[in-house]
């Protein structure tokens, strides 16, 4: 009887935990999807159009407006490609200068001459944000490629064509791990087979979306019934020998455990679900 009451746990946990990976997997791939079309979007009619038929305020209303097509994303914003010879051109013509981005105990040490201090320094080219949702505005004409974790995504990004994703990092402006995923903008319509380096010269931009995992996930779990029974964390696993956890509480628990594969699109980059009962039998 006591195995047949353990064999049933098991069950129990699996299905729990295989529902919940599911969904976010799930929404995960709707948003991913709807960021691609925003993508398309910007090439239609920001670059498509001679003047671009978008600016800030089109943008912000349209992502707002389609914010509920992104379950999981706090923001998405669209970063120009500006290669050195035509920065100042840029920021003559779009009124503000190209800054680079800047750790916390940087923005706290630099209170004291912040005008100089977030100046981007001279790079071959940048990738300074110029629309983005209201929700994440605060990262207008920062020049993306001076983070490692969004300049690493941009670079991949532009020559797969594929959506991407970097790993857990702390956002600006928010006290959580979060994930970026970044597609590029091309100025032409790019074949199935064009190569890495007729993808990166054909570059005009980076559509991004930005996702708060740990509060993005405790809402969609809340969604579901029995959330007290148990306990969900989500890894990183791309790094085996150095997994992050990009939500829950860490885990001391040594009980029955299950293990749900996670795929978020990016072959590069591995997740994992890990679900617990709360409490022994
Ligand atoms: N978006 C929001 N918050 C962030 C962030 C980001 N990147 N990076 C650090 N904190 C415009 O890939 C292009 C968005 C980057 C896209």
């Known amino acids: 009887i006591n195995s047949e009451i353990n064999f049933r746990r098991t069950e129990t946990l699996a299905n729990m935990c295989d529902e919940r990976a599911r969904m976010l997997q799930d929404q995960f791939n709707v948003s991913m999807n709807h960021v691609h079309a925003l993508a398309i979007l910007v090439s239609t009619f920001y670059h498509g159009k001679q003047p671009p038929a978008i600016d800030q305020k089109t943008f912000g209303e349209y992502t707002e407006r389609t914010s509920f097509e992104r ?154 019934a029995s959330k007290q029974t148990i306990v969900v964390n989500v890894y990183d696993t791309t790094n085996i020998s150095a997994a992050i956890r990009m939500y829950g509480p860490n885990e001391t628990d040594t009980g029955l455990l299950h293990i749900s594969s996670l795929d978020f699109g990016d072959p590069a980059r591995k997740h994992e679900m890990h679900c617990r009962f709360k409490n022994k039998p």
């Open 71 to 224: 379950p999981l994303t706090s923001g998405v914003a669209y970063a120009l490609r500006v290669r050195h010879s035509e920065r100042e051109n840029f920021e003559k013509k779009h009124g503000f200068t190209i800054k680079k981005m800047e750790t916390e105990d940087q923005t706290l040490a630099q209170d004291c001459d912040p005008e100089k201090l977030d100046l981007s320094p001279i790079h071959d080219e940048y990738a300074p944000v110029i629309l983005s949702q209201e929700t994440v505005a605060h990262i207008v004409s920062i020049d993306m490629m001076s983070g490692t974790e969004d300049r690493e995504n941009i670079l991949r990004a532009r020559s797969s064509g594929k959506g991407v994703l970097t790993s857990p990092f702390k956002l600006l402006k928010s006290n959580h791990l979060g994930v970026v995923l970044t597609f590029a903008v091309y100025d032409t319509h790019m074949s199935q087979d064009a190569t890495p380096e007729q993808r990166i010269n054909a570059t005009v931009g980076y559509l991004g979306a930005s996702y708060d995992v740990p509060s993005l996930v405790d809402k969609l779990l809340h969604q579901l």
